[in-house]
């Protein structure tokens, strides 16, 4: 549909959005000198599948470099992005096969030694040395000192930022690794993923920003590590599909099955010794010709089940999969637990009171109701109980004034 109009190069569609009603985003990217907003009235004018297109012309970016906390440039912090950086490299170039030989792509994922002792990968050489740290043990025992502190010692000691330039420098290139091969912007923990297709190719790019003026305490460094391991850990992790029998309990399809299916659904019977293939309109005598038929005449509606089958499992096997949101009620320990129908205790009012009488002599009789009976427990009034006349036995009384004069004739 795009293709249709001059300049263009192409076209990127994002993954649904469940919490949006299933929207979901393109980007279409044409030259600069085509007249774009003449291009995006004409797309608006157009519906696809009874859904409108909603054209807009994106603005280039603002800014394609943009800081981050300044603590970042500390060298603990920056030892420690190394390590989570070349873990990431490690778990990315396995997950698609990248500075692998073929005995290492044969064996399972669980059996490989770490990163650090087994990736060939140049941007991970002799990463080891700078993951390590020095300190002067044996100077500090003679000399009766220790780099530890003792108990009781206060541990919030303000120093100010600490730089290394040969740890950055080695970082730098790790996070320029991730970010072209991988897509990962390391300090903004995500992934941009078909960035190829996007109108800019390698559009943001986070950095570390200027050190704080203030200093800075053992503690904030240790915080600030840990929240970002904490946020960057989906990268730590290996994507785990489902095994062959979680993913059957899901529903998944055979492929052998599913073409049977399309077979049998495209042979029907008209009468003896008479078959119809419903995709040509030919007619047989047998459902065996119209099985060879189909093999031979349909060979791309056989493709198109298997490819039908094949998506579908990768979906259900994909954890990552857009899905519907749990209902609440249906995550364990969540809201309080109703007793079923046999366990839940009887409220009904005790044998020693006396059930509702309905009205008497006008008014109505209430028994006493002990204070720690619940609200449920209250005894309700019967309807069977109650008079059909609620005013039975009652005098009638004649309201009339008194300087109202009798109902005899005054003329």
């Keep these: 549909m795009c293709q249709r109009y001059p300049g263009f190069l192409r076209a990127a569609i994002a993954d649904p959005q469940s919490e949006r009603r299933w929207f979901r985003r393109g980007w279409v990217t044409f030259e600069r000198d085509v007249p774009i907003k003449e291009i995006c009235w ?32 500390h060298k603990t912090v920056v030892r420690n992005d190394i390590r989570l950086a070349a873990r990431i490299i490690q778990n990315l170039d396995s997950r698609f096969g990248l500075w ?9 994922k669980s059996e490989l030694e770490p990163f650090s002792m087994h990736s060939t990968n140049p941007v991970l050489k002799k990463i080891t040395d700078y993951l390590i740290e020095e300190a002067s043990a044996e100077e500090e ?20 930022i600490q730089r290394d330039e040969e740890l ?37 790019l986070h950095a570390r920003g200027i050190p704080p003026s203030s200093k800075v305490t053992s ?34 399809k055979d492929e052998n099955t599913e073409v049977e299916k ?5 042979t029907q019977e008209l009468g003896k010794d008479k078959w119809l293939c419903p995709l040509s309109g030919k007619k047989f005598k047998g459902p065996d010709f119209v099985r060879k038929h189909i093999f031979n005449k349909h060979v791309e509606k056989i493709d ?86 609620p005013y039975e036995g009652r005098k009638i009384i004649a309201y009339t004034d008194v300087d109202t004069p009798g109902d005899t004739d005054l003329f």
């Design 262 to 266: 399309f077979i049998t659904a495209n």
């Design 219 to 252: 503690q904030e460094l240790n915080d600030y590590c840990q929240q970002f391991e904490k946020k960057i850990s989906p990268f730590l992790q290996a994507i785990s599909k489902l095994s062959d029998e979680e993913g059957a309990k899901l529903g998944l």
């Design 42 to 73: 004409n797309l608006n004018n157009i519906r696809l599948r009874d859904c409108e297109l909603g054209a807009i012309v994106n603005r280039d970016l603002s800014r394609r470099i943009r800081t981050v906390n300044g603590i970042t440039s």
């Design 141 to 160: 025992a003679l000399l009766g000192t220790s780099a530890d502190p003792e108990e009781g010692e206060n541990t919030e000691d303000n120093h100010s």
């Design 168 to 204: 950055m420098s080695v970082l730098d290139r790790l996070l320029i690794y991730l970010r072209l091969v991988h897509s990962v912007d390391f300090y903004n923990h995500s992934e941009y993923p078909n960035e190829d297709e996007m109108p800019n190719r390698c559009g943001i």
């Design 100 to 108: 692998q030989n073929k005995d290492e792509k044969e064996q399972p």
């Design 304 to 389: 198109e089940v298997k490819k039908e089958v094949e998506y579908f499992n990768n979906y259900l096997r994909d954890p990552k999969r857009p899905q519907l949101p749990e209902h609440p009620g249906n995550k364990q320990g969540g809201g309080p637990r109703v007793p079923p129908p046999q366990e839940r205790p009887d409220y009904g009012p005790p044998s020693s009171y006396q059930p509702y009488s309905g009205y008497s002599n006008g008014r109505a009789t209430y028994y006493p109701i002990p204070r720690d009976l619940g609200r449920e427990a209250r005894p309700r009034p019967s309807y069977q109980q109650r008079s059909s006349n």
